[in-house]
């Protein structure tokens, strides 16, 4: 995840939602598997991986034991920390960087670079910061994919709410800044809430002038079914929670 001055909540609501799900300790997920078997579809000719927000390098040890040669870009310690352990108790090698994507001198450049279900911390004016770090760090005839929200499957869904033992969550959305929210209280009655910016691919688009890059591709993604509580890793366009955005250099001068 990043770290700027907007999105000071991000680093203590995943301190939070790691203690309630235990997500980002987790080991690695077939899930991770068939994000790794669609990008070597995609892009059979790279070699090197970038991972931003790597959480707690399930999918960048996914990627390295596929034969890329993976940096993991993480700011959380303990998340990081969890990289390591999987990687080395895994055997294959991974480097792993705890720092701010604002921050972070990487050496690239990289063939591919991923940012999944994460992007939109900030205000634009962050994302753009951070688009232009990407295509610096891209290599020639590289490709960046990214895990994008929708506006309308979020202001759809506003409201459901699901409980647990240790935990209640929340799905919100804010039409006015276009931003969907993610509140999770627990025992201890206090809510923790992450906000993250939506885009249509138009939007999106148009936020990735000036940047270095372009919109190559955009296809939807899955939805969190609230009425069956069944993830469908394909929807429909109108129906999508996320769409992945392939963005390449941007050579039209």
């Known amino acids: 995840m990043p770290h700027s001055p907007s999105s000071s909540w991000a680093a203590p609501f995943y301190d939070v939602q790691e203690a309630l799900t235990g997500y980002y300790s987790a080991e690695p997920h077939p899930s991770h598997a068939e994000q790794m078997r669609r990008l070597r579809a995609q892009f059979p000719q790279?070699?090197?991986?970038?991972?931003?927000?790597?959480?707690?390098?399930?999918f960048a040890v996914t990627a390295a034991q596929a034969g890329l040669a993976v940096t993991a870009l993480e700011l959380?310690?303990?998340?990081?920390g969890h990289a390591r352990h999987l990687a080395r108790r895994r055997g294959v090698p991974l480097e792993v960087v705890q720092e701010s994507f604002y921050t972070a001198d990487l050496t690239g450049p990289f063939d591919l670079i991923v940012y999944w279900d994460g992007f939109g911390i900030g205000p634009d004016d962050e994302q753009r910061q951070l688009l232009r770090r990407v295509a610096g760090w891209l290599a020639p005839g590289g490709h960046a994919v990214l895990d994008v929200y929708t506006p309308w499957y979020w202001a759809r869904h506003a409201g459901f709410t699901r409980r647990t033992k240790t935990y209640t969550q929340v799905y919100g959305f804010d039409a006015p800044?276009?931003?969907?929210t993610d509140t999770y209280t627990g025992q201890d009655g206090?809510?923790?809430?992450?906000?993250?910016?939506?885009y249509s691919p138009q939007d999106l688009s148009l936020l990735l002038a000036g940047t270095g890059l372009q919109l190559a591709a955009a296809e939807?993604?899955?939805?969190?079914?609230?009425?069956?509580?069944?993830?469908?890793?394909?929807a429909e366009w109108h129906r999508c929670m996320t769409f992945q955005a392939v963005l390449t250099h941007d050579n039209r001068g």
Not at 76 to 80: E, G, I
Not at 221 to 234: E, I, K, R, S, V
């Open 220 to 234: 939807p993604g899955g939805l969190f079914d609230p009425a069956t509580g069944q993830w469908n890793p394909q």
């Open 177 to 180: 800044g276009c931003r969907m």
């Open 190 to 198: 206090v809510a923790h809430t992450q906000s993250l910016r939506c």
């Open 76 to 80: 959380r310690a303990s998340a990081a």
């Open 46 to 58: 790279a070699s090197t991986l970038l991972e931003l927000g790597a959480g707690g390098g399930q």
